[in-house]
């Protein structure tokens, strides 16, 4: 067995270059084989940050016999194709979120996986941010009592640049941030979802994607979960507004990896102490609140965990059928949206 798997990274746009790149390159028993990229000045940079090798065509990625596992980090548009020729030709594949446009093509990419028996999974890094981590814990400890209703939104004031504008190529805004809080609601609430209800606005002249967007996922058993996306907001609301039988918690501000992996020192991510979850609760018959301490996120966990699968056999942590169903959600908000109707998620079944 390969003491080190070599990892061939397609994309070296912001993602490729921020996340992937830097992350696997961190994992024990992961090493960045090659870069693709089409220009040739990112082919440069490429190998001047990495000392690697560097592929102007995707086909040259495949034929590299030291490239075990490609990495996406390319168009969501192109995931599908792209992932089904790296599988076809013995690759592992890991894609960018969102797994793909449609559940069609991510049937297509799961069954081609398994007939060629190679790993496939999705860049959820967001499974390790530390509110995420805490907020489950708090869930856990059922502080809040049965969940009513969790909202969660990621507001900032930008105008998409490159493929992120193009709504045939990208798919919707919320197909970025989005696919990452529904796959932690899908996490969080373990119950069939009943119906999705999906609002967009349009707001930026030329642009086809939305410029805000709401998907609200109402689960069988009555818990309501509020997605809120926007590119033309210069205030914000919590990141998490959660609402139970005997608490609620609150909670301001994003994990701060992000920053401090662009600077590549991860390790020194530090929260904003003001930014901590606020629990009010219900303890004895008397109102009380309560700070919890922030669980450290750690992102460099995905591809250690995908190190670990290839190479001890361990379990896959972001598993394609978890995808598939958060995409599955995220098209039914696109239907809502087109049509201004509640779509029903017949036999969504819980993975």
Known sequence: ???????????????????????????????????????????????????????????????DDGVGLVVLATPHDTHCD????????????????????????????????????????????????????TVKQVMGESLLGDINLVEQCVYGYNSPRTWRGEIGRVGSLLYDWGAHLVDQALLLIREPVDHVLGTAQFRREGQTVETWGRCQITFAGGTVWVVEQSNMALATKPHWFILGTTGSLVKHGVDPQEAYMKRGEIENATENLAERAVVTTTMEGERSTVVPETIRGDWRA?????????????????KPAECRRALRVLNAYKESCRTGMPVILDNDVVV
């Open 1 to 63: 067995m390969a003491e080190s798997i070599g990892v061939g990274i397609a994309g070296y746009g912001y993602a490729g270059r921020s996340f992937h790149s830097y992350l696997a390159g961190l994992a024990d028993g992961l090493h960045v084989r090659g870069i693709m990229a089409p220009r040739s000045e990112q082919r440069q940079q490429a190998a001047r940050e990495h000392s690697c090798a560097t592929y102007a065509r995707f086909e040259d990625v495949l034929a």
């Open 82 to 133: 792209l992932a089904i020729q790296a599988m076809q030709a013995g690759k592992h594949v890991v894609t960018d979120k969102i797994i793909c446009m449609t559940v069609e093509e991510a049937d297509r990419m799961m069954e081609e996986a398994e007939r060629q028996g190679v790993l496939f999974s999705v860049f959820h890094n967001r499974r390790w941010d530390g509110d995420f981590l």
């Open 302 to 318: 995905y591809y250690q965990n995908i190190a670990d699968v290839l190479l001890t056999g361990a379990e896959l942590a972001v």
